[in-house]
């Protein structure tokens, strides 16, 4: 099996990236006009990126592995260039396998609560937080709602999933409890206008101006690496996902 692999992967060793990438980008632009059914050309309720991902992410990760796929990943460089590109301190970032996994572990700090989710929102949320232990409760995505909800805990995905709805996370933060938790689900933030961002004003200001909230992301969307499994969240109080979330 392994020397069939080898065989098959050698056809692209005198290709470069770009063409591997334009000829794959090809093949599935063909499988699209084949389809059945119409397919948007941005889906973005569909869990992944529609195209290969860039050739400098591939680049990165192969030389990534073959340095160390043998040891234990040391995540204080990832840390640090997210704490840099978020302006936050490195101890306010945890990374982890994916949105959702770092989403499970957060949902666990709230188990046996229940937990306000603007609704329509990211499907699998309900039953992350089921599984959790925790009680979700369907909320319009209104900030006046999710501010008024009786519960431990308010979840919002901004941009949405799937209707790409913005909600004003700062206002919320603004109003709800100081006690209350707020998750917020962020892998969309590329897809937001400029001045959305991950939050209004930024992931820095919302992590300065309440104590308990937290906002996750997502490498998956929009930079086509959800076989990687990589995500993170930023909070003034993450070091109880890490043990959890595997980072």
Not at 96 to 125: K, M, T
Not at 210 to 222: D, L, N, P, Q, T
Request: hydrophobic letters at 50%; a negative charge; aromatic letters at 6%.
């Amino acid at each position: 099996m392994i020397r069939k692999l080898r065989d098959y992967y050698r056809q692209f060793e005198e290709l470069s990236p770009e063409e591997i990438s334009r000829e794959l980008v090809e093949r599935r632009h063909a499988e699209r006009a084949q389809a059945l059914t119409e397919v948007p050309p941005l889906d973005l309720a569909t869990p992944a990126w529609h195209e290969p991902p860039d050739a400098e992410a591939v680049n990165a990760a192969t030389y990534a592995l073959r340095r160390a796929i043998n040891a234990y990943p040391d995540p204080a460089a990832l840390h640090e260039a997210i704490a840099a590109r978020h302006g936050v301190a490195t101890d306010r970032v945890v990374a982890g396998h994916g949105a959702g996994d770092l989403l499970r572990s957060a949902f666990l700090a709230v188990r046996g609560a229940e937990v306000a989710v603007a609704w329509p929102g990211w499907g699998y949320l309900p039953r992350l937080l089921t599984e959790a232990g925790a009680t979700p409760v369907a909320v319009d995505p209104d900030v006046d709602a999710l501010a008024a909800a009786p519960a431990q805990a308010v979840v919002v995905c901004s941009p949405n999933d799937p209707t790409g709805e913005l909600i004003d996370v700062r206002a919320l933060a603004d109003r709800l409890d100081p006690a209350v938790l707020l998750i917020v689900d962020a892998a969309l933030a590329e897809f937001a206008p400029p001045a959305g961002g991950d939050v209004p004003g930024g992931a820095a200001e919302l992590l300065g101006a309440r104590e308990r909230v937290i906002v996750v992301r997502s490498f998956s969307k929009a930079h086509a690496m959800a076989g990687l499994r990589g995500g993170y969240a930023l909070g003034n109080d993450v070091a109880a996902l890490a043990p959890i979330a595997g980072a």
